[in-house]
């Protein structure tokens, strides 16, 4: 069964940092990527990384400030995000690149607030 836990969300200060882990059941060896949908607004694709560690960002709002990784052992992706803005408030998701629509997880809230 596929499965995505994402963790490691919470409040924190603009400026400030957070890394998010997903735990990925079920498949192995697939290009992953974060998303992240804001209140009120389509889910976006932030990254993506393949099996190999190649990352891409798929949008400028993150170039720069948040960082991909994996360990292929732990079937882990993270998510380094530094210098948090404000407009970073959101539910953060990983999935498939080219996601597979009937898995997603319950997301990992981040809300940056002062």
């Known amino acids: 069964q596929v499965h995505f836990a994402e963790s490691g969300g919470g409040l924190v200060q603009p400026g400030g940092s957070l890394t998010l882990s997903c735990v990925v059941s079920?498949?192995?060896?697939?290009?992953m990527a974060w998303y992240r949908q804001a209140p009120g607004q389509r889910r976006m694709t932030l990254a993506s990384i393949s099996s190999g560690g190649n990352t891409e960002m798929h949008t400028s709002f993150v170039e720069g400030r948040f960082t991909l990784s994996r360990d292929n052992a732990k079937n882990t992706i993270y998510l380094q995000m530094n210098g948090l803005r404000a407009d970073d408030t959101a539910v953060y998701y990983c999935?498939?690149?080219?996601?597979?629509?009937?898995?997603w997880g319950q997301g990992t809230q981040v809300t940056v607030s002062s």
């Open positions: 079920g498949i192995t060896s697939r290009t």
């Open positions: 999935n498939t690149y080219s996601p597979l629509s009937q898995f």
